[in-house]
Nanobody, 119 residues
Framework: QVQLVESGGGLVQAGGSLRLSCAAS????????MGWFRQTPGKEREFVAA????????AYDDSVEGRFTISRDNPKGTHYLQMDNLKPEDTAIYYC????????????WGQGTQVTVSS
């Protein structure tokens, strides 16, 4: 139905930047809500950011507000997470996800991309 593939993760020093991409294929729509989540060992998956139709809806977790920027390119079926001023505590596996605008939860997920921030 929907396939999501993340890319752009890597190793960066604190204060540096990375840009994550999520390529979506299958039955996707401009009305879908596209999101980013992250997970570290021993912790549950946590919300990072999300974006709706044409950027009409944007949400960020408080921990990344002002540092991360989410965007999307509907014709390409791709959404992005620009991460600036990275901190060691941002280290995690980052997952992209998709939720139908009328849905109650995210039900499509990528495999994740590792982001490691060193001091």
């Amino acid at each position: 139905q929907v396939q999501l593939v993340e890319s752009g993760g890597g190793l960066v020093q604190a204060g540096g930047s990375l840009r994550l991409s999520c390529a979506a294929s299958g039955r996707t729509y401009g009305t879908d809500i596209m999101g980013w989540f992250r997970q570290t060992p021993g912790k549950e998956r946590e919300f990072v950011a999300a974006i709706g139709w044409a950027g009409g809806y944007i949400a960020y977790d408080d921990s990344v507000e002002g540092r991360f920027t989410i965007s999307r390119d509907n014709p390409k079926g791709t959404h992005y997470l620009q991460m600036d001023n990275l901190k060691p505590e941002d280290t995690a596996i980052y997952y992209c996800a998709l939720k139908r605008y009328s849905g109650s939860d995210y039900n499509y997920w990528g495999q994740g991309t590792q982001v490691t921030v060193s001091s």
